[in-house]
Protein backbone atom coordinates (compact mmCIF):
# COMPACT_ATOMS: atom_id res chain seq x y z
CA UNK A 1 0.00 0.00 0.00
CA UNK A 2 3.03 2.09 0.83
CA UNK A 3 4.47 1.92 -2.90
CA UNK A 4 0.84 2.71 -4.00
CA UNK A 5 1.07 5.84 -2.28
CA UNK A 6 4.24 7.01 -3.06
CA UNK A 7 3.44 6.67 -6.51
CA UNK A 8 0.61 9.10 -6.09
CA UNK A 9 2.97 11.49 -3.81
CA UNK A 10 5.58 11.96 -6.40
CA UNK A 11 6.08 15.25 -7.72
CA UNK A 12 6.87 15.72 -11.53
CA UNK A 13 9.00 18.07 -13.60
CA UNK A 14 5.77 19.37 -15.85
CA UNK A 15 6.86 22.95 -17.29
CA UNK A 16 4.25 25.30 -16.46
CA UNK A 17 1.49 25.80 -19.12
CA UNK A 18 2.23 29.46 -19.84
CA UNK A 19 6.05 28.71 -20.77
CA UNK A 20 4.78 25.61 -22.67
CA UNK A 21 2.71 27.92 -24.69
CA UNK A 22 5.39 30.71 -25.14
CA UNK A 23 8.21 27.70 -26.35
CA UNK A 24 5.29 26.99 -29.76
CA UNK A 25 4.82 30.83 -30.15
CA UNK A 26 9.04 30.36 -30.28
CA UNK A 27 9.14 27.57 -32.45
CA UNK A 28 6.21 28.66 -34.86
CA UNK A 29 8.18 32.20 -34.78
CA UNK A 30 11.43 30.13 -35.62
CA UNK A 31 9.94 28.65 -38.21
CA UNK A 32 8.21 31.61 -39.96
CA UNK A 33 12.12 33.17 -39.89
CA UNK A 34 13.61 30.14 -41.58
CA UNK A 35 10.50 29.99 -44.39
CA UNK A 36 11.90 33.73 -44.90
CA UNK A 37 15.42 33.43 -45.03
CA UNK A 38 14.72 30.40 -47.08
CA UNK A 39 12.19 32.42 -49.73
CA UNK A 40 15.46 35.08 -49.80
CA UNK A 41 17.90 32.43 -50.48
CA UNK A 42 15.84 30.82 -53.46
CA UNK A 43 14.97 34.38 -54.35
CA UNK A 44 18.78 35.57 -54.52
CA UNK A 45 19.65 32.79 -56.57
CA UNK A 46 17.05 33.94 -59.20
CA UNK A 47 18.88 36.89 -60.19
CA UNK A 48 18.29 40.52 -60.49
CA UNK A 49 19.19 40.87 -57.12
CA UNK A 50 21.08 44.01 -55.86
CA UNK A 51 24.36 43.48 -53.42
CA UNK A 52 24.81 46.01 -51.13
CA UNK A 53 26.43 46.52 -47.47
CA UNK A 54 24.32 46.65 -44.68
CA UNK A 55 24.61 49.99 -42.40
CA UNK A 56 26.94 49.67 -39.97
CA UNK A 57 24.22 51.11 -37.40
CA UNK A 58 22.62 47.13 -37.48
CA UNK A 59 25.70 46.17 -36.11
CA UNK A 60 25.43 48.88 -33.48
CA UNK A 61 21.20 48.38 -32.74
CA UNK A 62 22.89 44.46 -32.02
CA UNK A 63 25.32 45.42 -29.47
CA UNK A 64 22.26 47.76 -27.38
CA UNK A 65 19.88 44.93 -27.67
CA UNK A 66 22.66 42.04 -26.50
CA UNK A 67 22.91 44.61 -23.50
CA UNK A 68 19.51 44.94 -22.94
CA UNK A 69 19.09 41.01 -22.63
CA UNK A 70 22.29 40.93 -19.99
CA UNK A 71 20.74 43.63 -17.99
CA UNK A 72 17.14 42.21 -17.93
CA UNK A 73 18.72 38.97 -17.22
CA UNK A 74 20.17 40.53 -14.04
CA UNK A 75 16.96 42.93 -13.18
CA UNK A 76 15.71 38.84 -12.70
CA UNK A 77 18.07 37.73 -10.79
CA UNK A 78 17.69 40.89 -8.86
CA UNK A 79 14.62 40.72 -8.29
CA UNK A 80 14.61 36.62 -7.32
CA UNK A 81 17.17 37.62 -4.61
CA UNK A 82 15.01 40.23 -3.16
CA UNK A 83 17.09 43.32 -4.32
CA UNK A 84 14.07 45.86 -5.22
CA UNK A 85 15.78 49.27 -6.67
CA UNK A 86 18.10 46.81 -8.40
CA UNK A 87 15.57 45.38 -10.15
CA UNK A 88 13.12 48.15 -10.63
CA UNK A 89 16.01 50.11 -12.11
CA UNK A 90 17.76 47.61 -14.13
CA UNK A 91 14.09 46.35 -15.66
CA UNK A 92 13.53 50.37 -16.81
CA UNK A 93 17.08 50.26 -18.30
CA UNK A 94 16.47 47.56 -20.74
CA UNK A 95 12.97 48.50 -21.56
CA UNK A 96 15.02 51.78 -22.58
CA UNK A 97 17.85 49.82 -24.22
CA UNK A 98 15.04 48.09 -26.54
CA UNK A 99 13.23 51.35 -27.41
CA UNK A 100 17.07 52.31 -28.49
CA UNK A 101 17.30 49.19 -30.55
CA UNK A 102 14.25 49.91 -32.51
CA UNK A 103 15.43 53.98 -32.56
CA UNK A 104 18.18 52.30 -34.23
CA UNK A 105 16.61 50.09 -36.27
CA UNK A 106 14.68 52.70 -37.91
CA UNK A 107 18.20 54.66 -38.46
CA UNK A 108 19.10 51.94 -40.60
CA UNK A 109 16.04 51.67 -42.21
CA UNK A 110 16.92 55.48 -43.26
CA UNK A 111 20.44 54.90 -44.39
CA UNK A 112 19.43 51.66 -46.41
CA UNK A 113 16.84 54.15 -48.09
CA UNK A 114 19.25 57.03 -48.33
CA UNK A 115 21.47 54.45 -50.34
CA UNK A 116 19.07 53.93 -52.85
CA UNK A 117 17.68 50.66 -51.33
CA UNK A 118 13.77 50.81 -50.99
CA UNK A 119 11.04 48.40 -50.37
CA UNK A 120 9.66 48.76 -53.80
CA UNK A 121 12.51 48.42 -55.67
CA UNK A 122 15.09 45.49 -55.72
CA UNK A 123 14.08 42.04 -53.85
CA UNK A 124 17.19 42.14 -51.65
CA UNK A 125 15.86 45.54 -50.37
CA UNK A 126 12.47 44.11 -50.15
CA UNK A 127 13.58 41.45 -48.30
CA UNK A 128 15.92 43.35 -45.54
CA UNK A 129 12.52 45.53 -44.67
CA UNK A 130 10.52 42.53 -44.15
CA UNK A 131 13.06 40.50 -42.34
CA UNK A 132 13.79 43.63 -40.12
CA UNK A 133 10.54 45.14 -40.14
CA UNK A 134 8.65 41.60 -38.50
CA UNK A 135 11.46 41.24 -36.22
CA UNK A 136 11.03 45.01 -34.99
CA UNK A 137 7.41 44.14 -34.31
CA UNK A 138 8.63 41.65 -32.06
CA UNK A 139 10.59 43.51 -30.21
CA UNK A 140 7.50 45.66 -29.92
CA UNK A 141 5.89 42.97 -28.55
CA UNK A 142 8.80 42.14 -25.98
CA UNK A 143 8.67 45.51 -24.98
CA UNK A 144 5.16 45.68 -24.38
CA UNK A 145 5.40 42.81 -21.77
CA UNK A 146 8.41 45.02 -20.08
CA UNK A 147 5.57 47.87 -20.07
CA UNK A 148 3.56 45.33 -17.90
CA UNK A 149 6.30 44.61 -15.35
CA UNK A 150 7.39 47.73 -15.06
CA UNK A 151 3.69 48.78 -14.25
CA UNK A 152 3.53 45.94 -11.68
CA UNK A 153 7.13 46.97 -10.55
CA UNK A 154 6.45 50.50 -9.94
CA UNK A 155 3.00 50.51 -9.05
CA UNK A 156 2.27 47.40 -6.85
CA UNK A 157 3.89 46.33 -3.50
CA UNK A 158 7.34 44.48 -3.96
CA UNK A 159 6.62 40.85 -3.43
CA UNK A 160 7.97 37.65 -4.70
CA UNK A 161 5.43 35.54 -5.68
CA UNK A 162 5.70 32.89 -7.92
CA UNK A 163 3.17 33.91 -10.14
CA UNK A 164 5.12 37.21 -10.87
CA UNK A 165 8.45 35.14 -11.03
CA UNK A 166 6.54 33.09 -13.84
CA UNK A 167 5.71 36.01 -15.69
CA UNK A 168 8.93 38.28 -15.59
CA UNK A 169 10.38 35.02 -16.51
CA UNK A 170 8.51 34.44 -19.11
CA UNK A 171 9.39 38.30 -21.07
CA UNK A 172 13.16 37.38 -20.00
CA UNK A 173 12.87 34.03 -22.07
CA UNK A 174 10.83 36.00 -25.08
CA UNK A 175 13.55 38.80 -24.70
CA UNK A 176 16.67 36.35 -25.11
CA UNK A 177 14.73 34.37 -27.81
CA UNK A 178 14.33 37.91 -29.98
CA UNK A 179 17.75 38.61 -29.33
CA UNK A 180 19.19 35.69 -30.54
CA UNK A 181 16.59 35.90 -33.60
CA UNK A 182 18.00 39.15 -34.46
CA UNK A 183 21.83 38.14 -34.05
CA UNK A 184 20.97 34.96 -36.41
CA UNK A 185 19.44 37.83 -38.86
CA UNK A 186 22.31 39.31 -38.70
CA UNK A 187 24.63 36.81 -39.40
CA UNK A 188 22.22 35.58 -42.46
CA UNK A 189 22.18 38.62 -44.11
CA UNK A 190 25.77 39.23 -43.56
CA UNK A 191 27.20 36.22 -45.09
CA UNK A 192 24.68 36.48 -48.16
CA UNK A 193 25.95 39.33 -49.83
Known sequence: MEAV?????????K???????????????????????????????????????????????????????LVL???????????EARYKNLLLVSFVLGIAFLVLQYQGWIALFNNG???KGNPSGSFI?????????????????????????????????EKRKINFDLTLTYWHFVDLLWVYLLIFLYISR
Do not use: C, Q
Open 129 to 161: YVLTGIHALHIIGGLAAMVVGLLIAYTRKFKIT
Open 15 to 69: IHPLKFALWIAMASITMMFGAFTSAYIVRRSAGNWLEFELPSIFFVSTIVLLISS
Open 73 to 83: HTSFKSYVAGK
Open 5 to 13: ASRYNRTTN
Open 117 to 119: IDL
